[in-house]
T-cell receptor, first 115, second 109 residues
Framework: DTAVSQTPKYLVTQMGNDKSIKCEQNLGHDTMYWYKQDSKKFLKIMFSYNNKELIINETVPNRFSPKSPDKAHLNLHINSLELGDSAVYFC?????FGTGNEKLFFGSGTQLSVL | GQNIDQPTEMTATEGAIVQINCTYQTSGFNGLFWYQQHAGEAPTFLSYNVLDGLEEKGRFSSFLSRSKGYSYLLLKELQMKDSASYLCAVMDSNYQLIWGAGTKLIIKP
């Protein structure tokens, strides 16, 4: 049983296209996240939802739009893809938010390559 | 600004001990995490420290000194499977995680 699953694992697409990455967690967690890991391996938070409410919205282009239909799902839609969007995108979840000990469970990542 | 510093790469020998250091400057502090990330895989949780001192968990231990803004991860009896990147992350006063770039650990036979 995969705790945090995201699809697809690999995504190769042309500049200007629109794509989505899906994420689901079966841990019963309240909080979900999207992270971007660039070629230098820095993990950067993009968005976080707690019980379907947006709680973290870092400075990312508005071409990126998260959607949380319920607390077990957090999808990421990207419009007008650019070369600089190429990276690994990780979905993650934690039991809750704001307690300090937010142990993160990560999905296996989506390698996005924009050509 | 907020930043986390850790060495880019370290090399150690199978069976030996290695210490990976992490220093941080953040707006507030609500705990420090260590994660392990094998190449091409997702990060996985290793340890959490919020009080000063040493937390031991099998072959891995993590130390924290809040006054010095310093932590280390100690790996004993190194195995080849320990070859991975080790990420240090600090939770700031807004409960946001600030991540280091990770230390790539290479284990040689």
């Amino acid at each position: 049983d995969t705790a945090v699953s995201q699809t697809p694992k690999y995504l190769v697409t042309q500049m200007g296209n629109d794509k989505s990455i899906k994420c689901e967690q079966n841990l019963g967690h309240d909080t979900m996240y999207w992270y971007k890991q660039d070629s230098k391996k820095f993990l950067k938070i993009m968005f976080s939802y707690n019980n379907k409410e947006l709680i973290i919205n870092e400075t990312v282009p508005n071409r990126f739009s998260p959607k949380s239909p319920d607390k077990a799902h957090l999808n990421l839609h990207i419009n007008s893809l650019e070369l600089g969007d190429s990276a690994v995108y990780f979905c993650a979840s934690s039991q809750d938010f704001g307690t300090g000990n937010e142990k993160l469970f990560f999905g296996s990542g989506t390698q996005l390559s924009v050509l | 600004g907020q930043n986390i510093d850790q060495p880019t790469e370290m090399t150690a020998t199978e069976g030996a001990i290695v210490q990976i250091n992490c220093t941080y400057q953040t707006s507030g502090f609500n705990g420090l995490f260590w994660y392990q990330q094998h190449a091409g895989e997702a990060p996985t949780f290793l340890s959490y420290n919020v009080l000063d001192g040493l937390e031991e968990k099998g072959r891995f231990s993590s130390f924290l000194s809040r006054s010095k803004g310093y932590s280390y991860l100690l790996l004993k009896e190194l195995q080849m499977k320990d070859s991975a990147s080790y990420l240090c992350a600090v939770m700031d006063s807004n409960y946001q995680l600030i991540w280091g770039a990770g230390t790539k650990l290479i284990i040689k036979p």
